[in-house]
């Protein structure tokens, strides 16, 4: 089992930055591929951004060019760093991690992200 506490969500004004971050616990040992979704009011949730634990990233197109994700294996944590954020990046913000060979999946609780016009 991977427990995920995530932190570093707020409010924040259009243009303006924050950084999310996601520790795992537990059997870390297993963890491969970590990750960020997010779900909007009314809206599904959607991947936001994955780092493999070679390091390879992937972006929705919505926020390449804005996000950077990382991770520090060290400390068994994953980063989210948003910047120029807009209205539409308002969100719950969940961390999401694969172990055991991308097998296992485990959800954060989610952090709240309020991005202000």
């Known amino acids: 089992q991977v427990q995920l506490v995530e932190s570093g969500g707020g409010l924040v004004q259009a243009g303006g930055s924050l950084r999310l971050s996601c520790a795992a616990s537990?059997?870390?040992?297993?963890?491969?591929?970590m990750g960020w979704y997010r779900q909007a009011p009314g809206k599904q949730r959607e991947l936001v951004t994955t780092?493999?634990?070679?390091?390879?990233?992937n972006y929705a197109d919505s926020v390449k060019d804005r996000f950077t994700i990382s991770r520090d294996n060290a400390k068994n944590t994953v980063y989210l760093q948003m910047n120029s954020l807009k209205p539409e990046d308002t969100a719950v913000y969940y961390c999401?991690?694969?172990?055991?060979?991308?097998?296992?999946?485990?959800w954060g609780q989610g952090t709240q992200v309020t991005v202000s016009s």
């Open positions: 999401r991690v694969w172990a055991g060979g991308n097998i296992k999946a485990y």
């Open positions: 537990g059997s870390t040992f297993s963890i491969n591929t």
């Open positions: 780092i493999s634990s070679g390091g390879s990233t």
